[in-house]
């Protein structure tokens, strides 16, 4: 691009940012789209596997900033090594991790592998194989050392024809790290069909990191059968929880950093512990605490159960959460809040409280992703006036980091097999907002 088409492209992106700001008090709007009614679920069986020790269920996430697990799954005993390096077909570096199993009432699950490799380049591409298994071959790219960055956000996928469609929206335009705010696999108990999503967003998961935090559907908690919550998400979707500045200690609650350190990313646990003196919310507390906002230009988490909800459905589960840590997020300047739990899209203002606040989060419920329970289409009449839009569709989100103040927010519904963007909005940095942070003392009301 030459220097002065790189400066009216810089002024257009200002302009558009000044006109599409975020208003305090904006319009509400319910959009009046119908959507059609869920799909069939979805059954993805297993591929003939001889001697049981083909690699499936391919996923990676982040650890750390240059480093990244890779989890997958055999029928057999197989070494728990990957092997891998940046040309297809040739492995000169390699790894090896652990093993682990898991019984639920009657099933027995495969052998779940994982293994870290790194340190690895940014934005370079890196092929792979698991337990040294010629057959399949994987690759993916890591994210970039520094912005701009790009995530996509989408909860409650579950497995169905409507998932599929939201998969291919999400591959038809490229991505950094997918987030996912809960509600993955819809298995409800039967644990095959633990199998079968996880073969249902291989060919996503194994390209991209995947990094999520728990939904109700991932309990799984069966009254002296099966005591133990989580067991089937924690043995299957491992989270850095060991890593980075604060460890936190469980799967279901940690943080990491992106982009150098450029975005902070907090995934809340909705279905532990949250209140006073419980171990996530002095874990939250020493994490924001230890954010650098100088140096860390947007913060987001994210939460199954919205704290935020003009939906009929699920009114008022997020309340106590947010009781809990609501003052801990506006202290820390937290840019943006993504939910799932409601089959629905809904965009709130920058709240604080239950007002509208230049100086809180942007609330986001994202549940759309298209599981089999179809959506919720019942909204609290009038519309209050801190939602900015809501609308009962399926779809996914993107949020791009464009530099170190703006990054743009887009929800793409899956408008009949095509993606739509319905609802699009800048979000600028808090921590580059003089206004939010004239008195240094008020930033962190509870004694970060
Ligand atoms: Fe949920």
């Known amino acids: 691009m030459t220097t002065p088409t790189r400066a009216m492209a810089l002024a257009l992106l200002v302009l558009a940012a000044t006109v599409l700001s975020l208003p305090t008090a904006s319009l509400a709007v319910t959009s009046p789209y119908v959507r059609p ?85 940014p934005s370079t591409t890196y092929y792979y194989r698991c337990s040294s298994n010629p057959s399949r071959e994987f690759s993916f790219r ?14 409650d996928f579950g497995q169905t024809g409507w998932t599929d469609s939201t998969l291919k929206h999400i591959a038809d335009a490229d991505y950094d790290v997918l987030l996912l705010p809960g509600d993955l696999s819809y298995a409800d108990f039967i644990q095959s069909r633990w199998d079968s999503y996880g073969r249902l967003v291989e060919p996503l998961a194994s390209a991209r990191p995947w990094m999520m935090t728990e939904g109700n559907h991932e309990i799984e908690k069966l009254p002296l059968v099966e005591p133990k919550p989580f067991k089937a998400y924690n043995a299957r979707w491992r989270m850095p929880y060991d890593a980075g500045a604060s460890p936190s200690g469980s ?28 171990a996530q919310l002095r874990w939250l507390r020493r994490d924001l605490a230890a954010v650098d906002r100088g140096r860390t230009a947007f913060v987001v988490a994210l939460v199954h159960a919205p704290w935020y909800n003009s939906n009929e459905a699920h009114q008022g589960e997020g309340d106590a959460m947010r009781a809990a840590m609501e003052d801990l997020l506006y202290g820390a300047r937290v840019d943006a809040v993504f939910a799932g739990h409601v089959h629905a899209y809904e965009r709130f203002a920058r709240v604080y409280n239950g007002k ?70 800048w979000i600028t940095s808090l921590a580059a907002n003089p206004a939010c942070n004239k008195n240094k003392n008020k930033i962190c009301p509870l004694g970060l």
């Not at 279901?252 to 003196?277: C, I, K, Q, R």
């Not at 289409?377 to 209050?384: L, M, R, T």
């Open 37 to 121: 009614p869920p799909r069939e679920t979805l059954s993805l069986f297993k591929d003939d596997d001889a001697d049981g020790q083909t690699p499936e269920q391919v996923h990676i996430s982040m650890v750390g900033l240059d480093k990244m697990r890779v989890s997958w799954i055999t029928d057999d005993d197989a070494p728990a090594i990957v092997e891998y390096g940046t040309t297809s077909g040739q492995y000169p570096f390699s790894a090896t991790g652990s093993t682990t199993s898991y019984k639920y009432v009657f099933y027995h699950s495969g052998k779940i592998h994982d293994a870290v490799i790194g340190p690895l380049q």
């Open 142 to 155: 890591t994210p970039p050392a520094t912005l701009p960055f790009k995530f996509v956000i989408v909860g």
């Open 251 to 278: 799967n279901l609650y940690y943080s990491f950093d992106v982009a150098g350190g450029a975005v902070h990313v907090v995934m809340l646990g909705s279905y532990t512990d949250y209140g006073a003196g419980s």
């Open 356 to 425: 509208a606040d230049p100086c809180g989060p942007v609330y986001v419920t994202i549940g759309d992703g298209g599981n089999r329970e179809g959506l919720a289409d019942k909204y609290v009449d009038p519309q209050p006036a801190i939602s900015a839009f809501r609308e009962a569709s399926f779809g996914h989100g993107r949020l791009e980091v464009v530099n170190a103040t703006h990054a743009l927010w887009t929800w793409h519904r899956n408008d009949d097999d095509e993606p739509v963007v319905a609802d699009q909005v």
